[in-house]
């Protein structure tokens, strides 16, 4: 599943899950929906799906009914007897956690996955602990502990390259160049800045729009540095990005890339 920025000026935090499956007939954002489909599904793995999607969905003032659900998808997992889905979800309550800025509960979910996976050479396993690793960069940014942040970003680039995993790495540079840029370190911030945009074009045609994202903010910390013909030439390419999502991709981008 495509995982999601939210930008605010120069502060993001990208938060990363591992969703349920798509579960076909399930209307979205409806626990009502989701909770009739459970009725009619037979495997566990098919109610560790659907049970993930509606703690995701339950609204945020009710968490007691979320954890509820949550402890029901834990439950699953163990009778499962498959570790890597035991660590999944407790990844995922970690994460459920730290979008209610419980960042020491998130943590402590999160410390759980990663000790259940570190020893596991796996691809599936190292992918989890990638995830894992960057939720706690994610974890220590919310505390405001941003040289710890930093340094867990960095730290997790040698696995992500390893795994060849493009849309992280895409995103923690992003994450790294934003921090830098609130450092006013701007020099390092456009290096990681335009790391990603190399590593978004080999997403596109779904990665327009980030791009277009990390032209503005590079021509914020152009604006910032005072190089004002800089920023000129970044918002001009923002612009173009931003034509192109109007009028649909152009196949002639893709041709070099496998469609996904």
């Known amino acids: ?90 990844l995922n309550i970690g994460s459920w956690h730290y979008d209610h800025y419980r960042t020491e509960e998130a943590q402590r979910y999160n410390e759980i996955a990663q000790k259940m996976v570190k020893q596991d050479t796996s691809r599936s396993a190292r992918i989890l602990l990638a995830k894992s690793q960057i939720n706690t960069a994610n974890i220590f940014w919310q505390r405001n502990r941003i040289e710890e942040a930093l340094r867990g970003y960095l730290e997790v680039i040698p696995l992500l390259t390893h795994l060849a995993d493009t849309e992280s790495l895409a995103l923690v540079n992003t994450n790294i160049a934003i921090l830098f840029s609130n450092q006013k370190q701007y020099h390092k911030s456009n290096q990681y800045f335009l790391e990603s945009v190399q590593q978004y074009k080999r997403l596109l045609p779904d990665s327009h729009a980030e791009i277009a994202d990390v032209y503005v903010m590079l021509s914020m910390n152009a604006l910032n540095a005072d190089t004002r013909s800089k920023a000129k030439g970044m918002m001009d390419l923002d612009s173009a990005f931003n034509r192109l999502l109007a009028i649909g991709s152009d196949p002639a981008c893709c041709n070099n890339r496998p469609r996904r």
């Not at 799906?49 to 509820?68: C, F, I, K, Y």
């Open 1 to 90: 599943m495509k995982m999601h920025i939210t930008y605010q000026w120069l502060t993001l935090v990208v938060l990363v899950y591992f969703p349920a499956t798509h579960v076909v007939g399930a209307a979205p954002n409806s626990v009502d929906s989701l909770s009739r489909e459970l009725e009619q599904v037979k495997t566990d793995s098919a109610k560790i799906n659907l049970l993930t999607e509606m703690a995701r969905q339950v609204p945020h003032g009710d968490s007691a009914r979320a954890m509820a659900l949550w402890k029901k998808v834990l439950t699953l997992s163990r009778e499962s007897r498959d570790p890597l889905s035991e660590a999944k979800t407790y």
